[in-house]
């Protein structure tokens, strides 16, 4: 079977269900990167991709309360908060230095209106006109379009109309049903995640996709998941990068299970790259894999660290041990010692500045 897999990689083929699953129960490691590699590099050569960005979480108070997160609380539970739009502005305009990308995201607060998420957009974008607003996952545009009582059509078409530039990818979890009922049983499912990003990918959004892994998913499942991203990629164009995301454990109600192995983390990223030929990206958010695996895992399929950050609270508030955030030259040295180039990009991929020769030095 690796043969002809291998075969079929190198010749660009698709691999079907089947071989992902022979991949993910018999895949040998160094066989996996080698693969991941080869595709890497021939739709991104040599470069690694980070962004100088910032994030920004308005509100942890959510009527989902999944079983994994601990971030989350419920209204009127110590800790919880929710930030005025001035406060908002004032977080994102308060720390010095450039920086290109606004990540925002948050729980599901029972109580905000729709117009608190437009008076968002809109007053970031009266401050700071040049800075591209990723917000608001699919499950949070459901959740808006609920208060809203509008089409997630219709919601897309305001948020954008105030400011909104692109989706970020998380809330996709795993797309099985069995699994999301036993995490996230009142979240969205499955196909209704993949139902917002469809329409949000027909309004010319772009987004990203990701996987939540290392909790109580099978391998058959985490395939389901992938070829369910790569079928509407071939639909609709929209993904920009996929990104799995391991599971934290720490301070969470499913608990259950010690943090994903290096061999783990480094599994996923290759059979993510492997199936999903028509990504053109593969992230290692080095927040949840860590600064040392991060860089191995360039050499394994993910050709994009993600960036800055400045500051993440979510996988912290479940245990990491990683930085909250990294300076540009931090990130840059990171790549370069792993034999790779630093390309600073934009949200969609453009290029800012480049470590290879005739490219605006880094």
């Known amino acids: 079977m690796i043969e002809r897999i291998r075969g079929k990689v190198e010749s660009g083929e698709r691999l079907s269900a089947e071989e992902c699953l022979y991949l993910y129960r018999h ?17 991104n050569g040599n470069v690694t991709y980070f962004i ?30 929710a930030m005025t739009v001035p406060e908002i502005v004032e977080a994102a305009t308060s720390v010095p230095g450039r920086f290109t990308e606004l990540h925002i995201v948050g729980g599901l607060h029972p109580d905000l209106p729709f117009s608190y998420y437009l008076e968002m957009l809109s007053s970031l974008k009266a401050v700071l006109p040049n800075i591209h607003l990723q917000a608001f996952t699919a499950v949070e545009i459901a959740h808006i379009a609920q208060v809203a009582g509008l089409s997630v059509r219709e919601t897309l078409e305001q948020l954008i109309a105030a400011g909104l530039g ?37 309004l ?24 369910r991203l790569r079928a509407l990629q071939d639909e609709t164009s929209g993904f920009m990068a996929y990104i799995p995301l391991a599971y934290h454990s720490g301070n969470t ?39 040392k695996l991060a860089q191995v895992s360039l050499s394994f399929g993910a050709d994009d660290l993600d960036g800055t950050v400045t500051e993440e609270r979510i996988t912290h508030a479940a245990g990491a041990t990683t930085p909250q955030s990294l300076t540009r030259d931090e990130l840059c040295a990171l790549i370069r010692e792993a034999g790779r180039v630093p390309v600073e990009r934009d949200t969609v991929y453009t290029v800012c500045a480049t470590g290879a020769p005739g490219g605006a030095t880094l």
């Open 253 to 291: 109600d499913l608990g259950g299970r010690p943090s994903t192995t290096g061999v783990e983390d480094l599994r996923e990223v290759a059979i993510g790259r492997l199936a999903l030929d028509n990504f053109d990206h593969v992230k290692s958010f080095w927040i949840m894999q860590g600064l």
């Open 166 to 202: 692109s989706l970020p990818g998380g809330g996709a979890e795993v797309f099985s049903a069995r699994v999301r009922e036993a995490v996230c049983p009142v979240k969205l499912s499955g196909e209704e995640w993949l139902g917002v990003m469809r329409a949000a990918h027909a």
């Open 204 to 227: 010319g959004l772009r987004s990203n996709a990701t996987m939540l892994y290392g909790h109580l998913e099978t391998p058959e499942e985490k395939v389901d998941h992938l070829l």
């Open 27 to 43: 895949g040998d490691l160094l066989d996996l990167g080698a693969l991941a590699n080869l595709v890497r590099e021939r739709k």
């Open 52 to 81: 100088v960005n910032r994030h920004l979480n308005y509100t942890n108070l959510c009527v989902n309360r999944c079983r994994f997160c601990a971030f989350s609380r419920e209204p009127g539970a110590q800790g919880g908060y």
